[in-house]
C-alpha cells in the first residue's frame, strides 16, 4: 500500500504562484508513476502532469504546458505541482494519485488540496 498526502492549497490572488506538495509513504518501491489532477465543482476530473518514479520523467496535458511544472524531491519521496500566474479557473481540488504500472489507471489517492484564486 502507498498512503499519498497533499499540501500546500491554498486562496492566492490572480497571478501568484502556488507550489504544491504531495507526499508518498508506505510502498514506493512499487510505483510506476506520480500525477497530478484537479477537479472544479461540477466538472470531471483533469489530468494535469505525471513523474515517473524512476528516472523523472515528465509528462503534461497539453492546456497545462508552460504555466505547471511537476518534479520530484527523491529524498523526501515528494512530488511538486508548481503553478506559475493562476487564474481564477485554476480553483478547484488538486489532487496526487500514484501508478503501479504503465497504464491510464491510478491506483492511490490522496484526499486533495483546494486551491482558490481570487480575481
Known amino acids: 500500500q502507498v498512503q499519498l498526502v497533499e499540501s500546500g492549497g491554498g486562496l492566492v490572488q490572480a497571478g501568484d504562484s502556488l507550489r504544491l506538495s504531495c507526499g508518498a509513504s508506505?510502498?514506493?518501491?512499487?510505483?510506476?508513476?506520480v500525477g497530478w489532477f484537479r477537479q472544479a465543482p461540477g466538472t470531471e476530473r483533469t489530468f494535469i502532469a505525471a513523474?515517473?518514479?524512476?528516472?523523472?520523467?515528465?509528462y503534461y496535458a497539453d492546456s497545462m504546458k508552460g504555466r505547471f511544472t511537476i518534479s520530484r524531491d527523491n529524498a523526501k519521496n515528494t512530488v511538486y505541482l508548481q503553478m506559475n500566474t493562476l487564474k481564477p479557473e485554476d480553483a478547484a481540488v488538486y489532487y496526487c494519485?500514484?501508478?503501479?504500472?504503465?497504464?491510464?489507471?491510478?491506483?492511490?489517492w490522496g484526499q486533495g488540496t483546494q486551491v482558490t484564486v481570487s480575481s
Open positions: 513523474i515517473t518514479w524512476s528516472d523523472t520523467t515528465t
Open positions: 508506505g510502498r514506493t518501491d512499487t510505483l510506476y508513476a
Open positions: 494519485a500514484a501508478a503501479k504500472s504503465n497504464s491510464d489507471s491510478y491506483d492511490y
